[in-house]
């Protein structure tokens, strides 16, 4: 291709008084600032100031104008440059790099197909049923070598094997394996059964501390158990259905303080006694209990 069908014929020319303007703007700017600003002159400080600005801005008025006049050129030469050449180029690369995607793709396709396959028939051979290819990390490429990565694969498997062999030595083995199957590191699948256990345990206890402490509650209730008897003058009923059981209503009076009275309530209702209460420091107020509760306000 010829490179000279692209070329600057002449550079452009630019006529510039910078070195005289910039003297000329450094006296004016030293002049100003030599001035000392006061009450009675700086109004006159400020006129200074304008036409410095004003100066400036003249100044780069021009300049943009200059810049817009060179550039010009080049812009109408890029349109045409697109047009004639950008325009023919990046489309067909587009297409090109396309053609050229699709087939390295199924190159890789079959590459990966090619050592999944082995690494499922490996996989077999050993008598493992949960492992997938990608689980090796394995990075295939059109600069693979198929030979490197079945050794890969066949490691990788190898070390799984090994591995399924000491979670056999384990506690909980099944629960290890489980565990394994979704981390494949057995330190971490031992850890984690390990606290999942702990946890079990430490609910088990928190359950049997509280087992104890309600039988020991039960004891509190039967070792403070009253005798109870027939009192004279009590009405005694012999009910119909059962004509050998006999039911006793018996009035007693009780003097105790609140949380006396109250722990003597809560054992009427454990036992199942029906009783009625009349409560001299709440007058009219009188409550029937059939065991169903037993807790009265103070």
Not at 59 to 79: G, I, N
Not at 94 to 107: A, H, P, S, W
Not at 226 to 243: K, M, Q, S, Y
Request: with cysteine; charged share 40%.
């Amino acid at each position: 291709m010829n490179k000279e069908l692209i070329e600057v014929k002449q550079l452009p020319i630019i006529e510039e008084r910078l070195k005289t303007i910039s003297a000329e703007a450094k006296a004016k700017v030293e002049a100003a600032l030599a001035l000392e600003c006061t009450e009675k002159n700086y109004k006159g400080i400020k006129k200074v100031r304008a036409d410095l600005n004003k100066d400036y801005k003249d100044l780069e008025d021009r300049r943009k104008a200059v810049k817009k006049a060179v550039m010009a050129p080049y812009y109408e030469f890029e349109d045409k440059y697109k047009q004639y050449v950008s325009d023919v180029y990046v489309p067909a690369e587009r297409e090109l790099k396309g053609k050229i995607d699709d087939v390295t793709f199924k190159l890789k396709d079959d590459l990966y197909r090619e050592i999944k396959a082995f690494f499922n028939e490996y996989c077999e051979l050993k008598g493992i049923d949960f492992l997938d290819f990608d689980q090796t990390g394995i990075s295939v490429g059109l600069s693979s070598n198929m030979n490197k990565m079945k050794e890969e694969s066949a490691q990788f498997i190898d070390k799984v094997e090994e591995e399924l062999a000491l979670i056999e030595t384990q506690e909980h083995k099944e629960e290890v394996l489980i565990e394994y199957r979704e981390c494949l590191n057995v330190p971490a699948a031992v850890l984690e059964v390990k606290r999942r256990h702990e946890a079990i345990e430490a609910e088990r206890k928190r359950a049997e501390e509280h087992r104890i402490a309600q039988e020991q509650m039960e004891a509190e209730y039967q070792a403070k158990k009253p005798i109870i008897g027939i009192a004279a003058g009590a009405e005694v009923i012999l009910t119909d259905d059962e004509p050998e059981e006999v039911i006793c209503h018996v009035t007693y009076s009780v003097i105790g303080t609140p949380y006396e009275i109250r722990e003597l309530e809560d054992f009427l209702t454990l036992r199942g006694y029906k009783y009625e209460k009349t409560d001299k420091n709440a007058p009219n107020k009188k409550e029937d209990h059939d065991g169903a509760t037993s807790v009265v306000g103070w």
